[in-house]
């Protein structure tokens, strides 16, 4: 009885502790937001100027890959424009890359209460025989569009409900 009353108290602080600890966190300090990324996955050399983090699995082709963009919003930006947005944007970033399909888009709360959209994209990588899948999540804060993205093999091991539920850890502060 004493031993099995031990192990669940032991049990108990260790799932506290372990509660506590949480999925590692990237920060930005202007604008000031943050997002969650799976553990064992090391920050990148940023790809674009708009780039503020690139955080990718540690496996050979580093992928899935969750990037963190700023950029300003244009005039008249609408939350509903944002997936074709970031088809341009990456059309432009990419030249070669093509086959851009928005499978979903949806007007979302994240949990701190802001307005975004969720969105999930397939297309084709530059190299012409490779189809990725994003799954991303954008929010205005200010003048400023926030985006987080997940990209990974169309097919892959990560589904892009997963890499969206990540994007989806995206909380603004003060």
Known sequence: MKKALLVIMVSLVCG???ASCGAPKFVNKSPAFSFEYPSGYKAE?????????????QNQYKIPVYTATVSDKAAGAKLEDM???WVDT?????????????????????????????FKIKWRWIDRV???????VSAFQGD????????TVFGGDTS?????????TLKFSE
């Open 144 to 151: 400023k569009v926030i985006n987080i993205t997940g990209t």
């Open 160 to 168: 892009m409900d997963k890499m969206l539920e990540q994007c989806m």
């Open 83 to 85: 997936a074709q947005g």
């Open 45 to 57: 050399p940023l790809q674009g100027k708009t780039e503020v983090a690139r955080i990718a699995n």
């Open 90 to 118: 990456v059309q432009q970033n990419t030249p070669k890359a093509d086959r851009f399909k928005v499978l979903e888009q949806n007007l979302v709360k994240l949990s701190d209460g802001t307005d975004a959209v969720a």
């Open 130 to 136: 490779t189809y990725l899948q994003s799954s991303a």
């Open 16 to 18: 506290v502790f372990l």
